[in-house]
């Protein structure tokens, strides 16, 4: 399939490299579950064993198109376990030129590792005139705020 390919970076508000940490059962790896590490002291999560370091290139989501040569995005689907304001951020002039519809899951246990609030992430969106939908009993629901029963919300353009 062409039009899918893997690069090995994370996104971010700016380029570099941060030490992501990996919680561990014994000697299963839950990438799924990974954070970026914060300056003090992690503390490894409830039912794991340890946590390991890697170090991960980065760069912006809008350095990374115009590299690419990525001529448009229509879906950015990002379970960044925090660090949605730092990915949207650094995506802020591709998500403003293309619009494309954005999936995130967004928590304020996960947020609160880097000082902020899902309420951050709302207004991040609806001061680009985004509105925020969630998933409730199949169906699309308008949302206003995150709730903690809620943790996957779509946010469609409104224009």
């Given at each position: 399939?062409d039009?899918?390919s893997?690069?090995?970076?994370?996104?971010?508000?700016?380029?570099?490299?941060?030490?992501?940490?990996?919680?561990?059962?014994?000697?299963?790896?839950?990438?799924?579950?990974?954070?970026?590490?914060?300056?003090?002291?992690?503390?490894?999560?409830?039912?794991?064993?340890?946590?390991?370091?890697m170090?991960?290139?980065?760069?912006?989501?809008?350095?990374?198109?115009?590299?690419?040569?990525?001529?448009?995005?229509?879906?950015?689907?990002?379970?960044?376990?925090?660090?949605?304001?730092?990915?949207?951020?650094?995506?802020?002039?591709?998500?403003?030129?293309?619009?494309?519809?954005?999936?995130?899951e967004?928590?304020?246990?996960?947020?609160?590792r880097?000082?902020?609030?899902?309420?951050?992430?709302?207004?991040f969106?609806a001061?680009?005139?985004?509105?925020?939908?969630?998933?409730?009993?199949?169906?699309?629901?308008?949302?206003?705020?995150?709730?903690?029963?809620?943790?996957?919300?779509?946010?469609?353009?409104?224009?």
């Amino acid at each position: 399939m062409d039009s899918v390919s893997v690069h090995q970076v994370g996104f971010a508000e700016k380029e570099g490299t941060v030490t992501v940490l990996v919680p561990t059962w014994k000697v299963l790896q839950f990438t799924t579950r990974a954070f970026i590490a914060p300056d003090d002291d992690a503390e490894v999560p409830e039912g794991f064993t340890d946590l390991l370091p890697m170090t991960i290139q980065l760069t912006t989501l809008d350095h990374f198109v115009a590299d690419a040569g990525v001529e448009r995005i229509d879906f950015l689907k990002a379970d960044v376990e925090g660090a949605e304001l730092s990915l949207l951020e650094g995506g802020k002039e591709s998500i403003e030129r293309w619009r494309p519809t954005v999936l995130l899951e967004i928590e304020d246990r996960h947020l609160g590792r880097y000082g902020q609030h899902a309420a951050d992430v709302v207004e991040f969106m609806a001061n680009r005139d985004y509105r925020m939908l969630t998933f409730s009993n199949g169906e699309l629901r308008p949302a206003t705020e995150v709730v903690e029963d809620e943790n996957n919300y779509l946010f469609l353009p409104i224009s």
